[in-house]
């Protein structure tokens, strides 16, 4: 286990990984750089999935860091449990909705490097 398997997710005004502020985008920051947290998000993007099914997208990700960060994810409403498994909630499809452009940024600045 990393660091980051073991400390709670910050709130607003709470020091986080990288500031001294506990800015809300530093919070988000370090909620989306823990292991596997973006991969959720981006699975989960193209509907709802099971555990099982979320475990075979994420190929490498072990159980225990899976269940971590769907907890650490619900807890901040961003994933939801539903009758067809875990789902983006509508908070969780609003920040998708705003990651993707970067998404599109960052394939286009790749290629540059």
Do not use: H
Request: aromatic share 8%; hydrophobic share 35%; proline share 5%.
């Amino acid at each position: 286990m990393t660091n980051d398997d073991k400390r709670p997710v910050a709130r607003s005004g709470e020091l986080v990984q990288g500031s001294r502020t506990g800015q809300p985008i530093m919070v988000l920051f370090d909620l989306l750089s823990r292991r596997w947290a973006m991969g959720i998000l981006w699975n989960l993007s193209n509907g709802p999935c099971t555990f099982r099914e979320l475990q075979a997208r994420c190929g490498s990700a072990s159980p225990t860091v899976l269940n971590t960060r769907l907890k650490e994810l619900r807890e901040v409403d961003l994933v939801e449990k539903t009758t067809g498994g875990y789902a983006l909630s509508e908070t969780g499809r609003d920040l998708f909705k705003r990651l993707e452009p970067l998404g599109d940024w960052a394939m286009k600045w790749v290629p540059t490097l």
